[in-house]
């Protein structure tokens, strides 16, 4: 056994190098509250560094900042399509209160006039399956059809616009309110998830994004498989909770908790409000 691990003695070295940096990490943030901006692991910023603050980290009723470089930000807009929050929608045919859902529309729209002309990316997922079905597990259209009364993934509702979770359907699509402009980057995936599913990763390494700010729907199923993922991944996650919505209000609120725990199990949590206004002050060409 001691000879079969004899590579732990090379990767020491690596490790030390780590729990130092870590170390100083941690010092600093003691001080400043700040998850600085690591510019020993990805460099100088390229845009401009920018904190927000974040709620309940480490603890629970402790305030916190998280920094973050501009032009390696992205702002994602997860699933904000008809069927998850649009009449005759998945959603919907599921027998489930839209308001809930569509609760997240306003705070999105006000975040996106923000980023929109700076150098934040802006990012927009899709679900939904082709138009054969190729990609839909067997499991997942059968449950759907079940909770839906017999309309379930890739049947057409009455009065629904398109056939559920298929792309290409009216449906399916981005709502008009938050329809992407020229410039920013739309993820089709399959599954809840995107990373195992979609492209996101690529894109993600493409244009050397290394923060996420997170919104849409739904919080427990969607954006927060995504954010595990991402977060898996090493990328820094942060969920504005007024920008999201679930199908049932008590998995929204355990979903954003959860991701408080363990001085942030999956990242951090703040609101839309609190992003803007760092964003006005910080990127906006009339703030320095
Ligand atoms: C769900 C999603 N809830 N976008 N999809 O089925 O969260």
């Excluded at 780590?18 to 941690?26: F, H, I, M, W």
């Excluded at 692991?41 to 603890?59: C, H, Q, S, T």
């Excluded at 993820?187 to 599913?197: E, I, R």
Aim: charged content about 25%; aromatic content about 8%; glycine content about 10%.
């Amino acid at each position: 056994m001691g000879e079969l691990r004899k590579y732990e003695d090379f990767q020491g070295k690596n490790r030390d190098k780590l729990l130092d940096r870590v170390a100083e990490a941690a010092e600093l943030f003691k001080e400043t509250k700040t998850l600085a901006f690591p510019t020993w692991l990805y460099g100088e910023p390229i845009g401009r560094l920018f904190k927000v603050e974040v709620e309940d980290a480490p603890n629970f009723g402790d305030t916190a900042y998280l920094e973050m470089d501009s032009a390696r930000t992205a702002f994602l807009s997860i699933d904000m399509q008809v069927d998850f929050c649009g009449k005759n929608g998945y959603v919907d045919v599921m027998g489930y209160d839209l308001s809930l859902t569509a609760a997240a529309i306003k705070p999105i729209k006000n975040v996106l006039n923000a980023v929109r002309g700076t150098d934040i990316k802006v990012i927009h997922t899709r679900e939904g399956h082709e138009p054969d079905l190729s990609d839909a597990p067997f499991n997942k259209v059968l449950r759907s059809k079940i909770i839906g009364n017999g309309v379930g993934i890739g049947d057409v509702p009455a009065n629904g616009l398109g056939r559920l979770l298929v792309r290409g359907q009216a449906n399916w699509d981005i709502i008009d309110e938050l329809y992407p402009i020229p410039g920013e980057t739309v993820v089709d995936k399959a599954g809840k998830g995107a990373f195992g599913s979609s492209t996101i990763h690529m894109i993600l390494k493409n244009l050397g994004i290394t923060h996420l700010v997170i919104s849409g729907i739904t919080t427990d199923v969607c954006v927060h498989t995504i954010m595990r993922e991402a977060n898996d991944f090493g990328y820094w996650c942060v969920l504005l909770k007024d920008a999201t919505g679930a199908t049932d209000y008590g998995n929204y609120e355990a979903a954003v908790k959860s991701i408080k725990m363990q001085g942030g199990v999956f990242g951090n949590v703040t609101d839309s409000q609190r992003f803007i206004q760092a964003v006005d002050a910080n990127l906006k060409a009339s703030c320095c």
